[in-house]
């Protein structure tokens, strides 16, 4: 039996993460924890040494970006999890750390940064609005924030390489979006995206190039989301490079993969595994060496302004990421360190791609992580459900979450079901009105599958996700009784109509979107009552496990405590754990410590696995748990 992995090994402070290298590439910046949590410090590129910068004693530090001047360094706090934003800097100079946005109540953006104006930053502010943010401008010597936007009802801004706002997203009633450009005090459309090319995003900027064409995923005239240059004067459109079957890969667009001109020189797609479509010959034999130096998968992440060094993350899936730095003069890497080192005493599971047919016809992906030296053959399974729904996946790669599961001795199933990203627009819209219906058709298809390759036994099966993941659990132990001996569910609405009715204000363009996708709450208030866990709760047959932040902004604490008090109200078996400090997921090491010892307690006990007693790494048989 493989040894029992600490849960604070898999749950606790990474020792280094989240690296970003200084414009003039001399300095590396990281997280890493202080006093146990997590905060910026800051060393010598390549160098161990480093010291910390930030000094936050409260849910550490989430977000950090350098400021292009090579002096400050910009970070995000919020309280407890509200997600009202407030953008800090540190002064690396001098030390002086302040709060650029010390309005109460009022989320911060960061909208736009650039190295041909390092010394400003623009930030959104909903200060006088709580729906809109308008632009200011932050100038960083002096520390003056001036607003130079009011925003008349926009969604997001185009801000071009010198800082410049050039346009916006307008929403359209119907879920669609318009971009406008600015001429003078006027907006001026140039460029209609349909509802189903919109969708959550599938169209969105990428950012403005030198000669001042505006780089754009769109899936207007095609199924996936492809890289496009518009001449926002014009409205023409250049077609740059598309994947006949996934979408680009946003969230894979490091500074690496742009020239100094901000053209794409590399693209991202994720197929089963992170790949690139290389538009610029001249840094093959770049990504060729780094591909060669790594163990798993190659993320391109930072560069230096000078374009010579490189930040790459290595991400496997049965071994800690690594942050590699890379020199294009010499086409070496050097490792700067391993994000979670004490993996390494550890046997950790590959995971493993699969796919198969939804009883409709669809190809839906997924990918399993099995119990380390187990047979494959009818074991226990905990279906985890991905959060958004829409644009969100599961990916390749080392992910706390499979590995605890698969080392507890369970299968970890992930399904990406019709609402996913990168699959292309028609699988995502596929979902629309969906929930609780064909998405969760696609789980329980899963789940036959894996059953009938003779993987999982289908008598100890349990369910487990966080947002929408959290609604998939509540669905499954309501509109599917049947199917689990148990059901997780983390910051999860239970209740369709109070979710749409409390979602945050500058959700405003999201609003319209969950009307085409979800439901619109003035329309359609009996197709999401029938659609909302809270209808069925009689026909919970299964315990469950319910947990809430207190101060999450877009699922709120009601809606945990709706289902919750009709459980108690029924004397249905099931446990619920508030979090007085936290938000839209748990961030303390210890909240998340605690949840999942909770949970594995808890599967322990109906499905058999194994669980971490308070001793440390001891595996404990199952205890029975208190409701």
Known sequence: MTKL?????????????QAHLSPDGTKIAFLAPDD????????????????????????????????????HILFNIDTGGDENWRV??????TGEIVDRTPFPGVQAQII?????????????????????????????????????VTNPGFASWLVDRDLVVRGAEK?????????????????????????DDYVINVTHPIGFTDDGKLLLVSSQGSDTGRVVSIDIGTGAVTDVTSDSEYDVFTFGFGRACFDGEHNPRVVPVM?????????????QADLEAIRAACKGDAWLAGRDDADTRWLVNDVADNASARTLLYDRSTKSVTELFETQPALSEYELAGVEPFSFTSRDGLTVHGYATFPPGAERSNLPCVLHVHGGPWGARHLWGYQPINQWLANRGYVCLEIDYRGSG?????????????????????????????????????????????????????????????????????????????????????????????AKLLGDPAKDRDFLWERSPLRLVDQIKIPMLI??????????????????????????????????????GFVRPENREKFHLASERFLAEHLGGRWQGSAGDVAKEPEKVSS
């Not at 992995?5 to 993460?17: C, S, T, W």
């Not at 929403?171 to 509802?195: A, K, M, N, Q, S």
Request: net charge negative; hydrophobic share 35%.
């Open 547 to 584: 947990a809430q932040g207190a101060n999450d902004p877009r699922v709120k604490q009601a809606e945990s405590e709706q289902i919750v008090a009709a459980l108690k109200e029924r004397g249905l078996p099931h446990e619920y754990l508030l979090f007085s400090d936290e938000g839209h």
């Open 5 to 17: 992995i600490p849960l604070d090994v898999l749950f606790g402070n990474p020792e280094r993460a």
């Open 171 to 195: 929403p359209r009633d119907d879920g669609g979006i318009t971009y406008v450009r600015r001429e003078g005090d006027e907006w001026v459309d140039f460029l209609d995206v349909e509802p």
């Open 422 to 514: 990168g699959y292309g627009k028609a699988f995502l819209n596929a979902s629309a009105r969906e929930w609780a219906g064909r998405m969760h058709d696609d789980l329980i298809d899963g789940l036959e599958y894996a059953i009938a390759q003779g993987w999982i036994d289908r008598e100890r099966m349990g369910i487990f996700g966080g947002s929408y993941g959290g609604y998939a659990a509540l669905v499954g132990a309501t509109f599917t009784p049947d199917v689990f001996k148990c059901s997780i569910d983390y910051v999860g609405p239970s209740n369709l109509i109070t979710l749409l009715e409390s979602i945050p204000p500058y959700w405003f363009a999201v609003a319209k979107q969950f």
């Open 36 to 71: 146990g949590v997590l905060n910026v410090w800051l060393g010598d590129a390549g160098s161990s040494d480093a010291k910390p910068v930030t000094k936050d004693r409260g849910r550490g530090i989430q977000v950090y970006r350098w400021a292009y001047d090579g002096r």
């Open 112 to 148: 736009g940064a650039s190295e041909k104006v390092p010394d400003e930053v623009l930030i959104g502010l909903n200060k006088d609005d709580p729906r809109y943010h308008d632009v200011y401008r932050l100038k960083l010597s002096t520390g003056e924030l001036t607003k130079e």
């Open 88 to 93: 800090n800097t540190v002064d690396l100079a």
């Open 271 to 283: 197929r089963d595994r992170l790949d690139y479509i290389v538009l610029d010959s001249s840094v």
